[in-house]
């Protein structure tokens, strides 16, 4: 069977991230995200996938290029113009025209029995099936009922709670016919969530529920969890077994100085160096070839390739992207994100979500937000 991954979204929520890096390529622990869903669908079987692109393709190409090094086919799509997760589907009809095929965003983290999914589609016979997932707060989310079958019974957007008989919500995997790309127009913006599946309710759709681990990593409040959830095996990946049983994974060769401290789980990049002093998790990945000088405390947080952090910063429930610079007495918390190569003078207090752009040069003393 064959995959298309979505991949051509622009990543607004996940800013400044993703000015310069599409999502998928953003790291998860220190690896680019979408490897983690290239592995998944090599370990239930499917080989033949198809990137569905428009936003930043170049960095996805040059990095997984055809697939054999990765042991997969790849092949690339790059659409002029956005067209909806439906119509992005449709614009790659030439490579999937044949039989089912697998439809996911790009964006999510899961370990879903994909196989098990597939088998239900061809037993019920179905003409699409959707993997659900429960969530604990349904009047967030668009919910999906299901009847005693698993047949989609209907959709409802944001209900109240006295609206609320399910608690399942469309978790962005699908498993489809072919005939389901002849009810997509060509070339216009079209999707699957909006304009497909309430016309498939009652005819073959169904539904795929599992307490599979899910987590839709567009948010950063979504990618720090999706983080803490790698670093405590909440999730099976394939740095799992680097964290081994004492749940601390260095990547390659690590300068550890005598006097620094790692608090696990922790993650830390080949090439970085951590000074005497200096406080490592718990709760961190730290990429490749950082500086985290004496004094620094870093916990919850994730520190990307080519950082330096120099002597004294504190960093908590945070993200600092590859190649920043933070100076000395700085702190970094409650959900702030530095972005790419922004260099941060010492004696500023960032917190409260804010977020800095890539390249931006901050005075020293000149935030306490
Ligand atoms: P936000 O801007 O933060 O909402 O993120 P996003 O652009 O990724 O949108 P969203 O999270 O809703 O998209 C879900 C998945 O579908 C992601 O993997 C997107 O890359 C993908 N996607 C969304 N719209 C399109 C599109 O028009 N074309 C293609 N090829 N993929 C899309």
Redesign the pocket.
């Known amino acids: 069977m064959k995959a298309v991954i ?9 800013r400044p991230l993703t000015l310069a890096t599409p ?2 390529m953003v790291p998860l622990a220190n690896k680019p995200f979408v490897s983690y869903v290239l592995e998944h669908l090599k370990e239930n079987g499917i080989e033949d996938i198809v990137f ?4 930043l393709p170049e960095g996805i190409k040059s990095y997984f290029g055809d697939g054999s090094g990765f042991g997969i086919n790849l092949a690339y799509v790059v ?1 002029d113009h ?4 439906a ?2 589907v449709k614009n790659v009809e030439q490579h999937v025209r044949d039989g089912d095929f697998l439809v996911l ?3 999510i983290l899961t370990d879903l029995d994909i196989r098990a999914m597939i088998e239900q589609h061809r037993v019920k016979e179905a003409v699409g099936t959707i993997s659900l997932t429960p969530v604990e707060d349904p009047t967030a989310y668009g919910l999906v009922s299901i009847g005693e079958e698993g047949e989609v019974l209907g959709f409802l957007e944001k209900p109240s709670w006295d609206q609320i008989d399910t608690n399942l919500i469309n978790a ?1 995997i699908y498993v489809l016919k072919g005939e389901v790309l002849d009810m997509i127009p060509a070339g216009v ?1 079209y999707s699957f969530e909006r304009g497909v599946f309430p016309r498939l309710v009652g005819k073959g759709l169904y539904g795929f529920s599992s307490n599979a681990y899910w987590m ?1 990593i ?2 950063p409040e979504k990618y720090l969890q999706a983080h803490y959830d790698i670093l405590e095996k909440n999730v099976e990946t394939s740095v799992s077994d680097c964290l081994d049983s004492d749940f601390v994974c260095l990547q390659g060769k690590v300068n550890l100085e005598t006097g620094a401290k790692l608090v696990p789980p922790v993650i830390i990049g080949d090439g970085t160096t951590i000074k005497a002093g200096a406080r490592v998790g718990r709760m961190a990945v730290i990429g490749a070839g950082c500086t985290i000088a004496t004094g620094c405390a870093i916990e919850e947080s994730i520190v990307q390739e080519g950082a330096r952090l120099h002597e004294g910063v504190r960093v908590r429930q945070s993200i600092i992207a590859s190649g920043a610079d933070i100076g000395p007495g700085t702190v970094v918390a409650g959900g702030a994100i530095i972005g790419e190569n922004a260099s941060i003078g010492g004696d500023n207090i960032l917190t409260n979500h804010i977020r800095i752009y890539p390249d931006t040069v901050v005075k020293k003393g000149s935030i306490k937000f």
């Open positions: 979505l991949v051509g979204g622009q990543g607004t929520r996940l999502k998928p569905s692109m428009g936003y659409e956005p067209l909806g997760t119509g992005a965003n790009g964006d962005g913006e839709d567009g948010t």
